[in-house]
Nanobody, 117 residues
Framework: QAQLVESGGGLAQAGGSLRLSCAASVRISGYTMAWFRQASGKERETVATISWSGATYFEDSVKGRFTISRDNTRNTVYLQMNSLKPEDTAVYYC????????????WGQGTQVTVSS
């Protein structure tokens, strides 16, 4: 089971940037990695995913503003967040899904991102 540790959250002003990192305890080369977020009082939603082959997906509201990348040599996944908006405020979670699995089985503890207007 992979242990995932997020970092890089914090407070940013609207229009600013933050970069989240997710360090894994296992080799991630065979995993699809993802970032989810959950705002207060709302359901968790997928923000971005990156497959083992590098294919990416972005939720509509973050397209053009967020990028996801992975460094398999460091077993780390990143979420670069630009042009932040107050509605991006949430706890952001990193998750991992093994090749062939149907769901994300490993999760980080989450990191808070707060965007002020």
């Amino acid at each position: 089971q992979a242990q995932l540790v997020e970092s890089g959250g914090g407070l940013a002003q609207a229009g600013g940037s933050l970069r989240l990192s997710c360090a894994a305890s296992v080799r991630i080369s065979g995993y699809t990695m993802a970032w989810f977020r959950q705002a207060s009082g709302k359901e968790r939603e997928t923000v971005a995913t990156i497959s083992w082959s590098g294919a990416t997906y972005f939720e509509d509201s973050v397209k053009g503003r967020f990028t996801i990348s992975r460094d398999n040599t460091r077993n780390t996944v990143y979420l670069q967040m630009n042009s932040l908006k107050p509605e991006d405020t949430a706890v952001y979670y990193c998750a991992a899904k093994r090749l062939g699995d149907g769901k994300y089985g490993d999760w980080g503890q989450g990191t808070q991102v707060t965007v002020s207007s």
